[in-house]
């Protein structure tokens, strides 16, 4: 029998969960504790049994329209067809630092050079912020690291996309107010924070599954991001 191939090359745009990973406040967000081990368990079977403990909003993870907008849909009724998505990936790392916000022009750009976005992306914004990921105060920065505009938000809205996600821990400084998931969210749209390898995908001709763990009521959720690649 001839053995089926999937038709795509997968791409994990997720960062593991350890306890040192930097999170929103700077403290540890991430426990896995042993609550039944090998060499205790009494059955024939050894089993090794673990709990985790962890914020909602940690790692690479989903906020959903619940987080900032009352009444807005929250992890478990977000659908899988808002969850997968055809992705483009706009890469503004060459010129971007610290303090960089990013603007329309940056998508024109783009779409310049690429074509338009899609109806119904996910947007991935790639700040080369993650190369410092495994220096949790540097990633941090006491939230100054790059972000995306309002009037780039309102942009990307006016394209219908599906989602945003970025390389850093929020697509807002605190400073600026939030605006960027006021829009975002406030549009039924949702945000995945922290995302990994993203220049691993092509910027546009590939696709993204959002999985978010299934919570009832959660306003966030750490998610596994696939990028599905066509071959």
Avoid at 135 to 164: E, S, W
């Amino acid at each position: 029998m001839k053995s089926h191939k999937f038709p795509y090359t997968l791409i994990d745009l997720t960062h593991t969960l350890t306890p040192d990973i930097p999170t929103w406040t700077g403290g540890c967000g991430f426990h896995q504790q042993v609550k039944l081990d090998y060499d205790s368990c009494e059955t024939d079977v050894k089993f090794r049994v673990q709990q985790l403990k962890l914020h909602a909003g940690i790692g690479t993870h989903i906020d959903a329209p619940a987080h900032c907008i009352p009444g807005g849909q929250s992890i478990d009724q977000l659908s899988l067809d808002q969850l997968s998505a055809p992705c483009a990936v706009i890469d503004v790392s060459g010129h971007a630092h610290e303090r960089y916000t990013v603007t329309p022009q940056d998508i024109l750009d783009f779409e310049h050079q690429y074509g338009s976005l899609p109806p119904h992306a996910f947007v991935i914004i790639n700040t080369g912020w993650e190369r410092f990921w495994t220096q949790p105060d540097q990633y941090r920065n006491n939230h100054i690291f790059p972000c995306v505009g309002r009037d780039a938000a309102q942009l990307l809205l006016d394209r219908a996309i599906a989602g945003l996600g970025i390389d850093t821990l929020s697509p807002d400084r605190p400073t600026d107010g939030f605006p960027v998931h006021q829009l975002i969210l406030g549009a039924g749209k949702y945000i995945v924070e922290n995302v990994a390898h993203a220049l691993k995908m092509p910027r546009l001709g590939a696709y993204t599954l959002a999985l978010p763990i299934k919570t009832q009521g959660g306003t966030e959720a750490p998610a596994r991001l696939v990028g599905l690649i066509p071959t």
